[in-house]
């Protein structure tokens, strides 16, 4: 099986076939039947294909319901369209009551035990990975400290608390996400679980990306020759959540929508089967002891457990990722001893030397099409020296990406002249030539 961009598909496990019947949906005959009501009183008339498809439910299960649902009067052909089914008074009024219980209205959830089984074959192994692997995953960008790249790859292996530490613009956010290449298989989850009589929505756009298109078919599947699979299971890439200042203690717990009365899974059982990275580490709401504390447990013994806080009930879910905590404060800026030897690894994210920027550079004008001038940047360095700046990894995209901004709205060549990097300079470090008095008008000279 290959994805929408022509490469092989890895899966951990087996791909759940297309249930046959409805005990095998693992979920109450009554919520899909509610499930189809809510969702033809709001989309007005379907087709059972349509319905198929927006709910993943197979076809011949779909059938079952309109055949019995019209039966009772809840659902009927509308006049245009005698292949279509619309809801009648009764089935729009069972409906509305359906959506006092929850609002939710996609997917058909699988069952939280289904989630667990399936996602413990696919992220319940110790990963796999050599050093050969780790200098793959730093392949494409400029990973001069040898130190880190030996130091990362046994305490990523170990999936215990890693805490990367060392100035800002020293990359240590893109030495994170580079690590998603150590997962070597793609992973598969639902859209949604079903627990306690509620709906848990797992799949987020904003971490879980596709790799099979989900586009509406007008075929009929069930007409062709390929192999079913249960729709409800969706294949992404490896997860990479990352996480900063906003995130507070409660993104670790499910969080209850009021008015559509479903939950949202919690932001680090997101990144399961993948890399969860807390960025600017010790600057989050509360203190910084708090967050590791909430994660110590799950990461040893690899499950959560998460209460469903409105409605009761608890459930216990897998807890597999990469966890990465990245700080720019110095060691005893974050805790003391004792915090900091809960940290299993601490990693410096060291600055770079002036041959290691110059590498940088090139990187960077290769990148972007610009001619690499070694003069150019010698002056650039002198800059820096003058003005007693450290260096940092981030100035070489910092500077020339201004020089790119500065030609491309200018319709200049972009290249590493004394102007535009004196330009780019000045904009990057607001080196400030007036003062004034906050608060009050400028006086005149």
Same mark, same amino acid.
């Given at each position: 099986m290959r994805s929408d961009g022509g490469r092989e598909i890895n899966l951990a496990c087996d791909r759940p076939r297309e249930p046959q019947t409805v005990e095998e949906m693992g979920i109450p005959e009554a919520f899909i039947e509610d499930m189809i009501l809510k969702l033809?009183?709001?989309?007005?008339?379907?087709?059972?294909?349509? $319905?198929?498809?927006?709910?993943?439910?197979?076809?011949? $299960?779909?059938?079952?319901?309109?055949?019995?649902?019209?039966?009772? =009067?809840?659902?009927?052909?509308?006049?245009?369209?005698?292949? +279509?089914?619309?809801c009648g008074s009764e089935g729009k009024d069972r409906a509305e009551d359906a959506?006092?219980?929850?609002?939710?209205l996609g997917p058909v959830p699988v069952s939280v035990d289904e989630y667990v089984r399936l996602?413990?074959? !696919?992220?319940?192994?110790?990963?796999?990975?050599s050093q050969k692997d780790i200098e793959a995953a730093y392949s494409k960008i400029v990973m001069y400290d040898q130190d880190f790249r030996e130091r990362i790859g046994p305490a990523v292996r170990s999936q215990r608390s890693i805490l990367?530490?060392? +100035?800002?613009?020293?990359?240590?956010?893109?030495?994170?996400?580079?690590?998603?290449?150590?997962?070597?298989?793609?992973?598969?989850?639902?859209?949604?679980?079903?627990?306690?009589?509620?709906?848990?929505?797992?799949?987020?756009?904003a971490f879980h990306k596709p790799i099979l298109s989900d586009e509406y078919k007008e075929y009929d599947i069930e007409k062709t020759d390929d192999a079913r699979y249960d729709m409800r299971w969706n294949i992404i890439n490896v997860p990479y959540v990352e996480v900063a200042t906003e995130f507070t203690l409660a993104g670790f717990e499910l969080s209850y929508n009021e008015y559509a009365k479903y939950y949202e899974m919690a932001t680090h059982v997101k990144a399961n089967g993948g890399v969860f990275f807390i960025d600017?580490?010790?600057? !989050? =709401?509360?203190? +910084?002891?708090?967050?590791?504390?909430?994660?110590?447990?799950?990461? !040893?013994?690899?499950?959560?457990?998460l209460q469903l806080s409105a409605t009761g009930g !608890? $459930?216990?879910?897998?807890?597999?990722c990469i966890p990465l905590f990245s700080t720019n404060f110095t060691l005893d800026k974050i805790g003391d001893e004792a915090f900091l030897r809960r940290f299993k690894y601490? $990693?410096? +994210?060291?600055?770079?030397?002036? =041959?290691?920027?110059?590498?940088?550079? =090139?990187?960077?004008c290769m990148r972007s099409g610009i001619d690499f001038n070694k003069e150019m940047y010698e002056y650039f360095l002198d800059r820096v020296k003058k003005r007693d700046l450290k260096l940092r990894s981030c100035l070489a995209n910092d500077i020339l990406s201004k020089i790119i901004d500065h030609c491309s709205f200018h319709t200049m060549k972009a290249e590493m002249s004394k102007e535009l990097i004196d330009l780019a300079f000045e904009l990057n470090f607001s080196e400030q030539t007036e003062t004034w008095a906050f608060g009050t008008k400028e006086e005149k000279k």
């Open positions: 033809l009183s709001q989309q007005g008339a379907m087709t059972e294909h349509q $319905i198929s498809w927006s709910l993943k439910v197979p076809k011949h $299960i779909v059938s079952q319901f309109t055949k019995d649902l019209s039966k009772r =009067k809840l659902v009927g052909p509308p006049p245009s369209n005698p292949n +279509a089914f619309i959506s006092k219980t929850t609002r939710y996602m413990r074959q !696919q992220v319940g192994r110790p990963l796999q990975f990367l530490y060392g +100035a800002p613009g020293n990359g240590k956010t893109i030495m994170g996400k580079c690590l998603t290449s150590l997962m070597k298989s793609d992973l598969m989850i639902p859209y949604s679980i079903f627990a306690h009589g509620q709906v848990i929505k797992v799949f987020d756009s600017d580490f010790g600057r !989050q =709401k509360g203190k +910084a002891e708090e967050y590791l504390n909430r994660l110590i447990t799950p990461l !040893q013994s690899r499950e959560d457990i !608890q $459930i216990r879910v897998p807890f597999y601490k $990693i410096l +994210a060291r600055s770079p030397g002036e =041959k290691d920027l110059e590498d940088i550079f =090139k990187f960077e």
